[in-house]
C-alpha cells in the first residue's frame, strides 16, 4: 500500500490516515516414497521444497499527507511453512532410500517515508514493520533388508531470511507541533483581508482546521501577525484561512 507520484491526501481534523499493508502465507506439503523390492534391491527418495517470497511495504513517497489526527504506516507479514518428507524402503538383500525437506521464507516488510515526502500530523505519526516467520517440519527414513545391508538418512533444511525496516529518508515530518509556514510558503504574497478576517496565502495550503501554525518573520513581515505565536487553522478554501487563538474555537468556529 503506498501514497505516491507527487499526490495529496488532507483530512478533516477528527480523521486520520492510515496506509496498511497485510500479507499472509501459508505452505503445506507432505511428500512420501515407498519401494519394496522381494528379490533384490530397493531405493528411493522423498523430496518437499516450499519457498515462500513476499514483499510487503506501506509507504509515502514524494507526496503531501497532512491529517487532523493521527497518521501511520504499518506493514505486517506473516508466513508459516508446514512440511513433512518420508521415505521407506524394504528388500531382501539391499535397502536405500533418504528423505529432503528444504524450506526457505524470504519476506521484506518495510514501513518508510521517503523521496522527499511531506508530512504533518497534529497528534502522532507511526511507522511500524512486522514478520513472524515460522517453519515446521518433518523429515523421516525408514530401510528394511532382510539378511543384506540397509542405508538411509533424513536432511531437513531451513531458511529465513527477512529484511524488516521502519525508516524515513530525504523527507519533511511535524507531529503534534505547529506547522512554520515561512518553511512551507513564499510568505511575501499573503494577503490579508481585515473585513472578513481572512489570509489569502496565494497558493494551495492543504492545511486542515484545528492545524497548528505560526507565522515566523522572514523577508517580509506580516502585519497583525504575532510571529511568535501559535494560531489554529480556520479553512475558507483551497488558498485561504482564517486563524483562531485556540484549537477548541478553530473547530468551533
Known amino acids: 500500500s503506498y501514497i505516491a507520484n507527487n499526490s495529496a491526501v488532507y483530512t478533516a481534523e477528527d480523521k486520520d490516515i492510515l496506509v496498511s499493508a497485510l500479507d499472509i502465507s501459508v505452505a503445506a506439503s507432505l511428500t512420501g516414497a515407498l519401494q519394496i523390492a522381494t528379490g533384490g534391491a530397493a531405493v528411493g527418495a522423498a523430496i518437499s521444497v516450499n519457498t515462500v517470497v513476499d514483499e510487503v511495504w506501506a509507504y509515502a513517497?514524494?507526496?503531501?499527507?497532512?491529517?487532523?489526527?493521527?497518521?501511520?504506516?504499518?506493514?505486517?507479514?506473516?508466513?508459516?511453512?508446514?512440511?513433512?518428507?518420508?521415505?521407506g524402503q524394504g528388500a531382501d538383500k539391499f535397502a536405500a532410500g533418504g528423505s529432503v525437506s528444504v524450506n526457505t521464507i524470504a519476506n521484506s516488510t518495510k514501513a518508510k517515508i521517503l523521496n522527499q515526502a511531506d508530512i504533518y500530523a497534529r497528534n502522532d505519526v507511526r511507522l511500524t514493520?512486522?514478520?513472524?516467520?515460522?517453519?515446521?517440519?518433518?523429515?523421516?527414513?525408514?530401510?528394511?533388508?532382510?539378511?543384506?545391508?540397509?542405508?538411509?538418512?533424513?536432511?531437513?533444511v531451513n531458511t529465513v531470511a527477512s529484511d524488516v525496516g521502519a525508516f524515513t529518508d530525504n523527507s519533511k515530518i511535524v507531529a503534534g507541533q505547529p506547522v512554520n509556514l515561512l518553511g512551507q510558503f513564499d510568505l511575501s504574497g499573503v494577503v490579508i483581508n481585515d473585513a472578513n478576517d481572512t489570509i489569502s496565502l496565494g497558493q494551495s495550503h492543504q492545511l486542515v482546521t484545528g492545524e497548528a501554525i505560526v507565522?515566523?518573520?522572514?523577508?517580509?513581515?506580516?502585519?497583525?501577525?504575532?510571529?511568535?505565536?501559535?494560531?489554529?487553522?480556520?479553512?475558507?478554501?483551497?488558498?485561504?484561512?482564517?486563524?483562531?487563538?485556540?484549537?477548541?474555537?478553530?473547530?468551533?468556529?
Open 61 to 87: 513517497d514524494n507526496s503531501t499527507l497532512r491529517s487532523g489526527r493521527d497518521i501511520e504506516f504499518s506493514a505486517q507479514n506473516v508466513a508459516v511453512i508446514a512440511s513433512a518428507a518420508i521415505a
Open 129 to 156: 514493520a512486522g514478520d513472524v516467520s515460522v517453519i515446521g517440519n518433518a523429515a523421516g527414513s525408514v530401510q528394511v533388508a532382510i539378511g543384506g545391508a540397509a542405508v538411509g538418512a533424513a536432511v531437513p
Open 215 to 253: 507565522f515566523q518573520k522572514g523577508a517580509e513581515e506580516i502585519d497583525n501577525l504575532d510571529p511568535d505565536q501559535t494560531y489554529y487553522v480556520i479553512v475558507v478554501d483551497a488558498d485561504t484561512i482564517k486563524v483562531a487563538q485556540s484549537e477548541d474555537d478553530a473547530i468551533n468556529n
